[in-house]
Every structure is written in C-alpha cells, then in structure tokens.
C-alpha cells in the first residue's frame, strides 16, 4: 500500500511538475508586458490592440503622401503660372519699346502670343491688294509691245500727224514695259514690307502707278519728237499755218 501510494503520489507531482514545465515553456510565447485578454475578457488597462495600432499607423502615413503630393502639385501650378506672367511681361515690355506705327500691327491675346495684323486696317489691306492687282494688269498689257506701240501710232496719227518711222514705237514700248516691271516689282515688296509691319500701305501702289505712268509717257515723248514728220506737224500748228 504504501510503495503504491508513493507511486502514487510520484504520479501526481510528475504530473505537476510536468503541468508546471509546460506552463513555463507555454508562457515564452504570449505576449510581454500587458498579455493579450482571452476570449471573453475585458481588456486590462492600457492595453493597445496591435492590429488597430498599424491600421492608424498605415492611415497616417497615407494622409503625409496626400498632403506631400498636394504641395509638389501646388508648386508646378505656381511655377506654370510663373512662367506664363514673365512671358506676358516680356511681350508687353517688348511691344512698348516698338515705334507707334509697329506697334498697331501688334496685338497679345490672353496667351500671351503675340499675333501680327496685316496693314493698318482691313480696309487699308484691301485697298493695297486692289491696286497691287490694277498694277499687275497694266504690267502683263504692257508686256505686249507690239499693241502697245500700234496703240500709241494710232492715237499721234488720229490727232496729229503721220509719223514718218513708226518701227521706233516699238522700242519705246519694250523700254516701257521694262520699266514698269521694275517699278511693279519694288512696289509689290515695299508694300509687302509695310503691311507685315502693320503701317498704312495703300499709298504705295498708288506712288508706283504714278511713277510707272510718268517714265512710260517720258520714254514715249522723247521717241516721237525724234521724229521729223511729227516735229514738223508740230511747229506748223505752233505758227498757225
């Protein structure tokens, strides 16, 4: 009985001793400090959830990049916005240092981009390109030297006289007509010229018409009063007879 009751006895304090031992090798593994509540526990005080210390942990570092990001993108609108007022700047500076006359055929829209008007009005452009196209005509007409110089003969021996070498009309016309291209060509550029700069250029063609008309009618009188017949013609009405 006794041996048995030590056996006994030596069978619980193994079996507590082994409890206790697997308490302790248990206890390594819970967590230090404040342990965790079991199921149906309350919470000790002070005790912080660890999966809800991360979440807030996560949503505050969300939150800094938010904010960061709305700060870099608040500083390239601030620098586009920057760039776009030193470019109107230097538009408008540069526009006032311009003559007056240049600076009319000038205009800035709200993007800053300067835009160039053609003449100094629409109606000045108009007028311009209507007598550039009347001098072009009269151009191609007095490339015709053949009419050109039959014109002229029939107009001297219909109000005047005969004119005894009528063949030196036809040099007088191509004289005409070369000249006249010349003067059309430097027309047609100083017209170009002023109506990209925005200045009044209608008078252009209108001083190049006049000039074209004086050089031809100058070359065709000098020819014609190399003329015997039409110098005679002429002093005879001269003295009445």
């Known amino acids: 009985m006794d041996s048995a ?3 006994a006895g030596s069978g619980i304090v193994g079996a507590g001793s082994a409890g206790a031992g697997s308490a302790g090798a248990a206890s390594p593994a819970g967590p230090v400090g404040r342990p965790a509540p079991q199921y149906g526990e309350y919470a000790p005080e002070g005790w912080v959830n660890p999966v809800l210390a991360e979440q807030e942990r996560q949503e505050q570092r969300d939150r800094e990049h938010a904010a960061a990001s709305a700060v870099a993108s608040a500083a390239r609108s601030n620098g586009t916005a920057e760039r776009t007022n030193r470019t109107t700047a230097r538009t408008n500076r540069t526009a006032e240092r311009m003559p007056q006359g240049e600076r009319r055929g000038v205009s800035t829209p709200h ?3 300067p835009v160039r008007r ?3 009005s629409p109606v000045d452009l108009l ?3 209507v007598l ?5 005509v009269s151009v191609v007409q007095s490339l015709s030297i053949g009419s050109v110089a039959s014109t002229v003969r029939q107009t001297l021996e219909t109000n005047y006289t005969e004119l005894q070498d009528p063949g030196s009309l036809n040099g007088a016309a191509m004289i005409s007509a070369v000249g006249m ?4 060509a430097l027309v047609l550029w100083r ?3 002023r109506l990209r700069a925005g200045k009044r250029t209608f008078w252009v063609p209108l001083l190049g018409g006049a000039v074209a008309t004086l050089f031809s009618s100058v070359v065709f009188v000098i020819v014609v009063f190399q003329d015997d017949g039409f110098v005679a ?3 005879r009405q001269a003295s009445g007879g």
């Open 5 to 7: 009751g030590g056996g």
């Open 111 to 113: 993007d800053g981009a």
């Open 118 to 120: 053609l003449g100094a």
């Open 127 to 129: 007028l311009t390109l």
């Open 132 to 136: 550039l196209a009347m001098g072009l």
């Open 181 to 184: 291209l010349v003067v059309f």
């Open 191 to 193: 017209s170009v010229v």
């Open 233 to 235: 013609a002429m002093m």
